[in-house]
Every structure is written in structure tokens, then in C-alpha cells.
């Protein structure tokens, strides 16, 4: 189901559709308010604000998601050295298994 919210950025207001909550739309809209806002003043105009708050949030965006990818990296590296960790103690009992039985 779409909701349509409308929210206010740069002192506009917006009605956006979507099929997520209210409460997302809002927390999305104010990200973008803040980058809005921290980027400009009174030498930007609003269209080169616009753009180079699309800027920074791009950057956090690609910055996230090598950050997500570094993340699965390491996660598929620790599974495996477990798995290879697993497989020593495995034989490792099997030889001291074996070493038990020689008596």
C-alpha cells in the first residue's frame, strides 16, 4: 500500500508516495533537509545546494556500502578459519582417538 506523506525541506513542502512508513519518508526527508542546510548559503543558489547535498549523499552512500562489503568480506574470511579451524580439531581427535586405541 502507498502512503503519501508530506514533509518540508528547505522550507518546502513535498508530498511524497511510497510504499514505506510515514515515519521513514520523514527521517529520509530530514537527512536530506540537513544536507541541504549544511551545504548552503547565500552564494549557492538553491539548485547548486541541491546538487552538492545529492553530492554528499552519494558519497555516504558508496563510503556505507564498501563498508557493508569490507564487513561480508571479513564475516566469509571468519567462516572460514572456523571451518578451517573445525576441520584441525576434527583430525586432531581423530588422532588422538587412534593414539587412545594403540594401548
Known amino acids: 500500500m502507498k ?6 525541506i528547505s522550507g518546502r513542502d513535498y508530498t511524497m ?3 514505506e512508513d510515514e515515519t521513514y519518508v520523514r527521517r529520509c ?6 544536507q541541504l542546510r549544511e551545504v548552503s ?7 547548486d545546494a541541491a546538487v552538492l547535498a545529492a ?6 552512500y558508496f ?3 564498501e563498508a ?9 574470511d ?9 576441520m584441525e580439531l576434527s583430525e586432531a581427535k581423530r588422532e588422538i582417538f587412534k593414539l587412545q586405541n594403540r594401548k
Open 63 to 65: 563510503k556505507e556500502q
Open 78 to 86: 571468519n567462516l572460514e578459519e572456523a571451518n578451517r579451524l573445525k
Open 68 to 76: 557493508a562489503e569490507n564487513l561480508r568480506r571479513q564475516i566469509k
Open 41 to 47: 548559503n547565500s552564494r549557492l543558489s538553491q539548485a
Open 3 to 8: 502512503n503519501k506523506v508530506v514533509v518540508t
Open 17 to 19: 508516495v511510497a510504499v
Open 55 to 60: 553530492m554528499n549523499i552519494a558519497d555516504q
Open 29 to 34: 526527508a530530514a537527512h536530506v533537509d540537513a
